[in-house]
């Protein structure tokens, strides 16, 4: 597991709902980040990796790693996900929607080709 240097967060210990702790890696985008934008996409890797997204991923949009910890701690509604198995991923609408959550690779394979 990736981790970055632990830093301290403003959530209560108690509040933490992961199994990987607070300075594991996570992987989102540039854009989510600076803009502020809603996390709707999260993919927990077979490798334990965890990723976040507003949406579809564009062209432009660059890597950022930022620690589990500030992700859950600038949207703790991703909360809920601190079960989802490795190797699936879950969306939502919007933010305080229903995460749908699914085996990862479901919709490559139910988009055709």
């Not at 890797?45 to 990723?51: I, L």
């Not at 432009?60 to 859950?72: M, P, S, T, Y």
């Not at 933010?95 to 749908?100: P, S, T, Y």
Request: contains cysteine; aromatic residues 10%.
């Amino acid at each position: 597991m990736r981790t970055v240097d632990e830093h301290p967060h403003s959530f209560p210990p108690q509040a933490w709902p992961f199994a990987d702790p607070p300075h594991c890696a996570g992987f989102t985008t540039a854009r989510l980040w600076s803009q502020k934008l809603p996390i709707l996409r999260a993919f927990h890797g077979a490798d334990g990796d965890w990723q976040f997204f507003h949406g579809d991923i564009a062209d432009d949009d660059e890597c950022l790693v930022v620690c589990l910890g500030c992700l859950f701690e600038r949207d703790s509604t991703i909360a809920v996900l601190g079960t989802l198995p490795r190797g699936w991923s879950a969306s939502r609408e919007s933010v305080g929607g229903v995460w749908h959550c699914e085996p990862d690779g479901e919709e490559e394979s139910a988009g055709g080709g």
